[in-house]
């Protein structure tokens, strides 16, 4: 944080008579907007093409959360991506000490989908692995037809969902269809995921989905913060995981990663991926999995 941009935050507060209590500094990884109480977040890893999740999403997102954990105004918060054709690619499986780290993330995929205020996915592009757990912890989710895809990949490359994918998508989805999609690491299109539940609503083009966010955003903020808190509580009591149940997920996770396959996996992986970029391969993820059993 610069003192620069100090200085500019200041001067804003002091021009405007209904400052907002929520005040956030430049992340790496996520950009942030906030207006009329409703904060954008734009996932954007600058090092990653396929937007992975890493520790900069991780540790960005953290300080957010712990922020509207203790805010009263803010009463919507969007996520979406200003990254080419990806919302967000899976976890970074290269990150260091994963198996240690990663718990920290899905705790913040847990806190986030018990914040008070009113969370919504806006994808454009593709969402899966630790992308789709993300989203699927959110309250509603919503996206454009075209050049979107959504999958949890992991079972193809011998893992499991580890950030609570498998335990978020049988609320939305039912447990029949999370096993086939979770089973088969296959991706589905906007079209399909509207139909079953995946998503809310999918639409034809990039302005009519943002058109009706922000119908419903100028709907909610309008009500009181702790009776939009106290009817999510309520919904997620049955519908959303506990701390303990992802807490289970992380611990397998960490099982199967250490299984000598995964490894033999992802250096087949590798070496399919020789002469195509990561940002070809993941376009179509769920199909060139199965080229890590030709
Ligand atoms: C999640 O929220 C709790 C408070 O409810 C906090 O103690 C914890 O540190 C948060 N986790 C992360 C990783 O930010
Ligand atoms: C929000 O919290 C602050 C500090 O805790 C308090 O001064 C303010 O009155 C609260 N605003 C509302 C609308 O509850
Ligand atoms: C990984 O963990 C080990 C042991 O806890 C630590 O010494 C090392 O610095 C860590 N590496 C990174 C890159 O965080
Ligand atoms: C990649 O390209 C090199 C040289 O152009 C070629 O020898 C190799 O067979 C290619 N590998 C694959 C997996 O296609």
Redo the contacts with the bound molecule.
């Keep these: 944080m610069s003192l620069s941009w100090l200085r500019i935050q200041t001067a804003t507060c002091a021009l405007l008579s209904f400052a907002t209590a929520l005040e956030l500094p430049e992340y790496v990884g996520l950009k942030t907007s906030l207006q009329n109480n409703i904060l954008e977040i734009t996932l954007h890893n600058p090092n990653s093409p396929i937007n992975v999740w890493n520790l900069d999403t991780q540790d960005g997102l ?1 300080d957010i ?2 922020k509207l ?1 203790q805010d009263n105004e803010t009463k919507v918060v969007i996520f979406k991506s200003d990254v080419p054709r990806y919302f967000m690619g899976h976890l970074d499986l290269t990150t260091p000490n994963l198996t240690e780290t990663w718990p ?1 993330s899905v ?2 995929i847990y ?1 986030i989908s018990t914040l008070p205020q009113v969370t919504i996915g806006a994808v454009e592009g593709r969402a899966r692995g630790a992308g789709n757990e993300l989203l699927s912890a959110l309250d509603m989710r919503f996206a454009t037809k075209t050049d979107v895809l959504f999958g949890q990949p992991e079972v193809a490359s011998g893992l499991i969902p580890g950030g609570g994918g498998s335990q978020f998508l049988p609320g939305l989805i039912g447990r029949g269809r999370a096993m086939e999609y979770i089973l088969s690491s296959k991706d589905i299109t906007a079209s399909e995921a509207e139909k079953i539940g995946w998503i809310n609503k999918a639409f034809e083009t990039s302005t009519e989905m943002y058109e009706y966010i922000d119908v419903l955003t100028e709907r909610l903020r309008l009500f009181p913060l702790l009776a939009l808190r106290d009817a999510k509580v309520s919904i997620n009591r049955r519908y959303a995981p506990s701390r303990e149940d992802l807490l289970a997920d992380v611990a397998a996770f960490a099982v199967r990663f250490r299984d000598p396959i995964v490894q033999t996996l992802q250096e087949k992986g590798q070496a399919l991926a020789q002469n195509v970029s990561d940002f070809e391969i993941e376009l179509n993820l769920g199909e060139n999995v199965l080229g890590l059993y030709a």
Aim: proline letters at 0%.
């Design positions: 953290a959360v712990a954990q920290t705790d913040v806190n």
